[in-house]
């Protein structure tokens, strides 16, 4: 479904006002299918195309369904966007954070929990240091899970 809604969207631009309407939609399928869909809007070149996709993104980020959370933060946001347009992400990621929302937090601390936070270890230990002082054990186990995967690779970062 997601790669259908994906190449309708690649060759039907139109085809975005549906997604905003199913953005809220009851299944967690519909929804977790729009957060892949979005890839067809991944172009850093052009201005209007990432606005669509981060427009989607934004209420996507406080879905309470796992399945749709596992698919926006650590894939989408950190591996496939985040890894080619990283200002970007981290742009968003900041805004974001002022949110007290556990999802939304869970999100952006496993936008890390990738080759993202590799790239760009710095960048994820700041964003941990916030979130580490959530006192949500959803988010809690989010930043734990996050920073044990950065220390793989960077013996010397704490938190």
């Not at 809220?24 to 052009?46: C, F, P, Q, Y």
Request: charged content about 25%; some cysteine; aromatic content about 10%.
């Amino acid at each position: 479904m997601a790669g259908a809604l994906g190449g309708t969207l690649a060759a039907n631009p139109e085809f975005y006002t549906p997604l905003k309407k199913w953005v809220k939609d009851s299944s967690e399928n519909i929804r977790r299918a729009i957060v892949l869909s979005v890839t067809a809007l991944r172009d850093k070149n052009d201005a209007v195309k990432i606005k669509k996709a981060f427009d989607l993104f934004e209420p996507l980020m406080y879905d309470s369904s796992q399945y749709v959370k596992k698919n926006l933060g650590p894939y989408i946001l950190g591996s496939y966007y985040g890894n080619n347009m990283p200002g970007i992400v981290l742009a968003f990621l900041y805004k974001m954070i002022k949110i007290k929302d556990p999802h939304v937090r869970w999100n952006i601390a496993m936008a890390f929990n990738n080759s993202f936070d590799c790239r760009h270890p710095n960048e994820a230990i700041k964003y941990l240091r916030i979130l580490a002082n959530d006192e949500n054990q959803v988010v809690q186990r989010a930043v734990r899970s996050t920073f044990n995967h950065l220390r793989k690779r960077n013996k010397s970062i704490h938190l």
